[in-house]
Protein backbone atom coordinates (compact mmCIF):
# COMPACT_ATOMS: atom_id res chain seq x y z
CA UNK A 1 0.00 0.00 0.00
CA UNK A 2 1.34 3.58 -0.99
CA UNK A 3 2.02 5.52 2.06
CA UNK A 4 2.73 9.20 1.64
CA UNK A 5 5.09 11.56 3.88
CA UNK A 6 5.03 14.80 4.29
CA UNK A 7 8.44 16.94 5.79
CA UNK A 8 10.15 20.61 5.29
CA UNK A 9 7.25 22.47 7.17
CA UNK A 10 8.32 24.91 9.77
CA UNK A 11 7.92 28.41 10.79
CA UNK A 12 8.81 31.37 8.66
CA UNK A 13 8.27 35.23 8.60
CA UNK A 14 6.35 36.80 5.75
CA UNK A 15 7.87 36.56 2.53
CA UNK A 16 10.21 33.53 3.53
CA UNK A 17 10.91 30.74 1.69
CA UNK A 18 10.05 26.55 2.52
CA UNK A 19 10.45 23.52 0.30
CA UNK A 20 8.31 20.76 0.97
CA UNK A 21 8.81 17.23 0.33
CA UNK A 22 6.80 14.13 0.21
CA UNK A 23 8.08 10.78 0.13
CA UNK A 24 5.89 8.25 -1.52
CA UNK A 25 6.65 4.15 -1.00
CA UNK A 26 5.30 1.97 -3.45
CA UNK A 27 5.84 1.57 -7.15
CA UNK A 28 3.15 3.71 -8.61
CA UNK A 29 4.52 6.70 -8.30
CA UNK A 30 6.18 7.05 -11.93
CA UNK A 31 3.21 6.40 -13.72
CA UNK A 32 0.18 8.90 -11.38
CA UNK A 33 -0.31 12.51 -11.35
CA UNK A 34 0.19 14.04 -7.77
CA UNK A 35 -0.83 16.92 -5.74
CA UNK A 36 -0.45 19.09 -3.09
CA UNK A 37 -3.01 19.93 -0.40
CA UNK A 38 -3.46 22.26 2.30
CA UNK A 39 -6.01 22.27 5.51
CA UNK A 40 -5.68 26.12 7.24
CA UNK A 41 -7.21 26.02 10.63
CA UNK A 42 -10.82 25.91 10.76
CA UNK A 43 -11.07 25.18 7.05
CA UNK A 44 -11.50 22.31 4.31
CA UNK A 45 -8.90 20.61 2.83
CA UNK A 46 -7.88 22.39 -0.38
CA UNK A 47 -5.91 21.89 -3.95
CA UNK A 48 -2.66 24.15 -4.07
CA UNK A 49 -0.70 22.71 -7.27
CA UNK A 50 -0.51 19.36 -9.52
CA UNK A 51 2.17 18.09 -11.43
CA UNK A 52 1.39 14.91 -14.00
CA UNK A 53 3.80 12.01 -15.69
CA UNK A 54 5.85 14.52 -17.98
CA UNK A 55 5.79 17.63 -15.40
CA UNK A 56 3.25 19.32 -16.60
CA UNK A 57 2.18 21.50 -14.08
CA UNK A 58 -1.31 23.49 -12.37
CA UNK A 59 -1.60 25.60 -9.77
CA UNK A 60 -4.57 27.40 -8.00
CA UNK A 61 -4.95 30.76 -8.14
CA UNK A 62 -4.06 31.96 -4.28
CA UNK A 63 -0.18 30.05 -5.25
CA UNK A 64 0.81 30.88 -8.74
CA UNK A 65 3.93 32.54 -8.82
CA UNK A 66 4.74 31.97 -5.88
CA UNK A 67 5.26 28.39 -5.45
CA UNK A 68 6.36 25.66 -7.65
CA UNK A 69 5.88 21.86 -7.90
CA UNK A 70 8.03 19.31 -9.13
CA UNK A 71 8.93 15.62 -9.14
CA UNK A 72 11.75 13.43 -8.86
CA UNK A 73 10.65 9.97 -10.18
CA UNK A 74 13.72 8.35 -9.11
CA UNK A 75 13.62 9.17 -5.41
CA UNK A 76 9.54 8.95 -5.44
CA UNK A 77 9.13 12.42 -4.20
CA UNK A 78 7.52 15.52 -4.99
CA UNK A 79 8.43 18.77 -3.90
CA UNK A 80 7.05 22.59 -3.26
CA UNK A 81 9.23 24.76 -3.32
CA UNK A 82 7.37 27.98 -1.73
CA UNK A 83 8.40 31.80 -1.57
CA UNK A 84 7.10 34.80 -0.54
CA UNK A 85 4.63 33.21 1.88
CA UNK A 86 1.96 35.03 3.25
CA UNK A 87 0.22 34.51 6.83
CA UNK A 88 -2.65 32.78 4.80
CA UNK A 89 -0.63 30.24 3.82
CA UNK A 90 -0.54 29.01 7.24
CA UNK A 91 -1.29 25.66 6.95
CA UNK A 92 -0.95 21.44 7.23
CA UNK A 93 0.16 20.52 3.94
CA UNK A 94 -0.57 16.82 2.39
CA UNK A 95 0.13 15.59 -0.90
CA UNK A 96 -1.69 12.26 -2.62
CA UNK A 97 -2.74 11.82 -5.91
CA UNK A 98 -4.47 14.06 -8.10
CA UNK A 99 -7.92 12.75 -8.45
CA UNK A 100 -10.10 10.62 -6.87
CA UNK A 101 -9.87 7.79 -5.47
CA UNK A 102 -7.63 9.47 -3.01
CA UNK A 103 -4.85 6.55 -1.21
CA UNK A 104 -4.34 7.04 2.66
CA UNK A 105 -3.71 10.57 3.45
CA UNK A 106 -0.51 11.31 5.43
CA UNK A 107 0.66 13.17 8.58
CA UNK A 108 1.26 16.52 6.50
CA UNK A 109 3.66 18.71 7.58
CA UNK A 110 2.60 22.40 9.21
CA UNK A 111 3.52 25.50 7.85
CA UNK A 112 2.94 28.64 10.11
CA UNK A 113 4.00 31.75 8.67
CA UNK A 114 3.73 35.04 11.21
CA UNK A 115 5.95 37.52 12.28
Same mark, same amino acid.
Given at each position: ??? $??????? /?????? @???????? /???? $? /?? +????? *? +???????????? /?? *?? +? &???? *????????? #?? @? +????? &? #????????????? #?????? &?????? *????????????? @?
Amino acid at each position: QVQ $FVESGGG /SVQPGG @SLRLSCAA /SGSI $F /SS +RAFGW *Y +RQPPGKQREWIA /SV *YV +R &NITN *YSGTVRDRF #TI @S +RDNAK &N #TVYLQMNSLKPED #TAVYYC &NLLSPP *YLAWGQGTQVTVS @S
